[in-house]
């Protein structure tokens, strides 16, 4: 590409500016900008500097980066939400098991103690009923003789 933006067209491929290129003045010389008047430098009045292709080309690649870097930076700050929260997932993770070993203990100990309550219960109403069992069976064993010293005539 030439400093003037004409590129390889038009002029058998010689670095003349193009009528787009030297701006509204149109017979300016390069670099003048087409200020009218001729005294077209960077402090006059008028002065409107020349674009070429290569200047179009670095502000489009920089607003290229400018783009990618701002998605490179809202990735980077997502990451570390994502990291805060993984964190956090963690902490909670540690503490849910912490408390499920606590919750197993104590279901444990109140499982045994539960089993030891059921079975005292099953021991006092097996006595209960043993007693009971006494209480009706020995006056009648002793009635019947069985049980010596019954109640029957014996003359």
Not at 20 to 46: E, I, K, L, N
Not at 83 to 107: I, M, P, R
Not at 117 to 134: D, G, Y
Request: glycine residues 18%; charged residues 25%; positive net charge.
């Amino acid at each position: 590409m030439s400093r003037y933006g004409g590129g390889g067209g038009g002029g058998g491929g010689r670095d003349t500016p193009t009528k787009a290129s030297r701006g509204a003045g149109g017979d300016a010389p390069p670099g003048r900008g087409g200020a009218p008047g001729g005294g077209g430098g960077p402090g006059a009045a008028g002065y409107a500097p020349v674009r070429s292709a290569e200047d179009d080309k670095i502000d489009r690649v920089q607003r290229e980066a400018d783009v990618v870097l701002n998605i490179y930076r809202d990735n980077v700050a997502k990451m570390l939400e994502r990291g805060d929260a993984l964190t956090t997932l963690h902490e909670q993770t540690v503490e849910l098991n912490v408390e499920a070993k606590k919750f197993k203990q104590s279901s444990e100990e109140v499982k045994n103690k539960m089993w030891w309550k059921n079975m005292r219960m099953t021991l006092i109403l097996i006595a209960v009923c043993v007693v009971l069992a006494l209480v009706i069976l020995f006056p009648i064993l002793k009635a019947t003789g069985i049980l010596g010293g019954g109640g029957g005539d014996h003359d």
